[in-house]
């Protein structure tokens, strides 16, 4: 197989004064299933980019391949979709593309079908196929989960495990473990590859994090207790050296040469106390670089004076004379936290809506509890633009609490100081999530709020609506997050 070597590349977007990558070294075979992972901001996108060549950048990455790039920019989505394959990759064969297509799940007839008109899945499912159809690229995957539905994840998570040659950028766990035998990552201050899926990943960082902890504490106290004791060495020096002018009790004269020596003799030890306290200093500071900072999320949400929220008692919601879900019903209590599921079409996104009280057709009985405040977290985040301070005064929020959360899900300093339109997904993401921990409201409802947002992110969330157990209706297609979070799940 071909390798990718990457050879001391330095790189920093025009205008920055921070580098996103500094002398950065590593190889690559061409024949891996590479997972790549790290938080957000952290530059994963970057990296494919600087591959793509759409970058200058100092160092040198040298190829024996060329890459692709996922998700594909559609030109023409009104077209049908065998002409988008076509467009993608003019020598498509028939034979070949009913191949993927099949490995992939998806009828025939979607190819014959307008590309605009095919779910988000579907639409995923096409542009993978007609990528994997260039079978002498490497392959650069980014991100080809989002709006996939669970039950879609595990069709392309089965495809990606039977193929090869490729760096696959996913936060969903369960989905990396299925479809890759190394893992990329990027650290807080290096890059690093591992054989193995993410769940070893995971435990070799967990493992050499918890050592490095105990040997920083163990350090410590070395370092304490040198220093005391050099000090008490050299103490101990200083003293006798002064009974070198001295007389002794009996009269006679101190032997001085003694007393030199052994003054000399302790001074030497105190030295060597100081050497040893200076190389546990140094290899303290080699400690913790790349432990990850995930402190604790708190919630601002407040208690409402009724047991039940909401109830929706045989809803049914259609568009145009078009059923899009039918004979619904489920109640929202006091701490539930309910999994809305199933696929995508089935009318998740509508019932979330209905609940927020846009002007929704719907057949049925719906209560709305009296005055309760909900707070909503949408897919969407294009419009978000402008600063951090200006967007908590205008949602009403408290700014401390906002940017301290925004802190604990790996936001630095600097990032406050810049326009939100240039974050990137995984950044925009969280501060939709940290303005709704900020809101003080009885009920939240968060339609797929992990997309984009890293694994030890997601964890940190996973670990607050846990802890504090507030009321949340919640789409979401990470299974290991809906294992761990939902009470109940309503189908759909």
Known sequence: MATIQVSNVTFAYDGSYDNV????????????????????????????????????????IKADVSFEYFPYVVQHPEYLTMDVI?????????????????????????????????????????????????????LLIDEPTNHLDINA?????????????????SHDRSFLDSCVDHILSINKTNIEIQKGNFSDWWLNKERQDQYERNENERLKKDIKRLAEASKR??????????????????????????????????????KSLEQRQFEALEERTGLLKNVETADKLKIAQVPYHKQQLVALDHISIQYDEQAVCSDISFTIEKGDRISLTGANGSGKSSLIKLILGEDIPYDGQLYIGSQLNISYVSQDTSDLQGNLTDYAKAHD???????????????????????????????????????SLSEQVHLHIWDEPLNFIDVISRMQIEELLLEYEPTILFVEHDREFC?????KAVQL
């Open 233 to 270: 060495t050299s103490n101990w020096s200083d003293e006798v050296e002064k009974t070198k002018n001295g007389v002794r009790n009996s009269g006679s004269k101190v032997d001085k040469g003694y007393i030199g020596h052994k003054s000399a003799k302790m001074m030497k030890r105190s």
């Open 397 to 435: 929020i408290d700014e401390s609490l906002f940017k301290a959360i925004l802190r604990k899900l790996d936001f630095s300093r600097v990032q406050f100081e810049k326009d939100m339109a240039s974050y990137s997904g995984g950044q925009k993401k969280k501060v939709l999530i940290a303005k």
């Open 21 to 60: 990558f500094e002398n950065i070294s590593f190889q690559l075979d061409t024949g891996w299933k590479l997972g790549f992972t790290g938080r957000n901001g952290r530059g994963k996108t970057t990296f494919l980019n600087l591959l793509l060549g759409k970058y200058k950048y100092e160092g040198q």
């Open 86 to 138: 076509e467009e993608i990759y003019p020598d498509a064969v028939q034979w070949q593309i009913n191949r993927e297509f099949q490995l992939l799940q998806l009828s025939e007839d979607v190819l014959y079908r307008p590309f605009h008109t095919l779910s988000n899945g579907e639409q995923t499912k096409v542009l993978l196929a007609a990528l994997f159809l260039k079978e002498n690229s490497f």
């Open 153 to 169: 994840r595990a069709q392309v998570s089965e495809y990606l495990h039977n193929k090869q040659g490729y760096i696959l950028v």
């Open 483 to 487: 294992n761990r979070i939902a009470t």
